[in-house]
């Protein structure tokens, strides 16, 4: 059985979707306050995290941004009543997967929460990816550059491993939506967010960008010849 987290101070919201997981056959964990939330996510494993953005005591974008900190990798939805572009993406940017704005689709909630726990726990195999000196390690959810770990969620890490694998070919902006949201495909800048999170780790902290843009159209690794190798 699944197991899902919600950290949630509206009651009423709570009381539904208890009842509307346990007829999914999920167990649902609960915390009325950031703090108490924090504390659940930090001490116990669950399949996702549904994280409300206002919260009392610890605001979700705090408490998303410790749990990131800790190395939680745990899919995070975000949930928010407030309809504006600057509060998920303040939210994106510290490490939530997904966001949901209030009121939602029940079976919209399930399907984007059911996406994330497939992508994280992956059905991966024993191998290891490598590029350039990108290393990606399928089987622990792990990813390297010069032997120094990228702390990526796991959209981040998804879109990672797409461009390893197809490297030095680009991939479209469509392909990586659809690979992280099937058809259920939020606006561009949830991807480029993604994107942005993604670069902090794997260019910044380093001598070289290896993440190159394609304008409108995708994106693509590019490494020195003398490192171009893919296994």
């Given amino acids: 059985m699944q197991r899902a987290l919600l950290i949630e101070d509206n009651r ?27 504390k659940l996510a930090l001490e116990n494993t669950f ?33 928010t009543a407030l309809d504006s572009r600057e509060d998920e993406l303040r939210g994106l940017d510290v490490g939530a997967d997904d966001y949901l704005t ?56 998804t879109i990672l491993k797409m461009l390893v694998s197809q490297a030095p070919n680009l991939v479209t902006k469509e392909d990586i939506a659809y690979q992280l949201w099937q058809d259920e495909k939020p606006n561009n ?13 794997l260019d910044k902290p380093f001598e070289s960008n290896i993440l190159k843009t394609q304008p409108k159209i995708g994106f693509y690794l590019e490494v020195n010849s003398d490192d171009s190798t893919v296994s």
């Fill in 12 to 38: 009423d919201i709570a009381g539904m979707l208890f009842d509307f997981f346990e007829c999914n056959n999920m167990e649902l964990d609960y915390a009325d306050n950031g703090e108490l939330g924090l």
């Fill in 47 to 79: 399949d996702i995290i549904l994280l409300d953005l206002m919260l009392p005591r610890l605001d979700g974008v705090t408490v998303c941004q410790r749990l990131r900190d800790a190395g939680i990798s745990t899919p995070i939805l975000m949930l």
């Fill in 102 to 157: 209030k009121p939602f689709d029940l079976d919209i909630l399930y399907a984007r929460a059911q996406a994330l726990i497939r992508r994280h726990s992956g059905h991966v195999s024993t191998s290891i990816l490598r590029y350039g000196d990108i290393s990606i390690h399928l089987k622990s959810g792990k990813a390297y550059r010069q032997e120094k770990l990228l702390a990526l969620t796991p959209s981040t890490f």
């Fill in 189 to 201: 800048d949830v991807l480029r967010s993604h994107i942005y999170q993604l670069r902090s780790q």
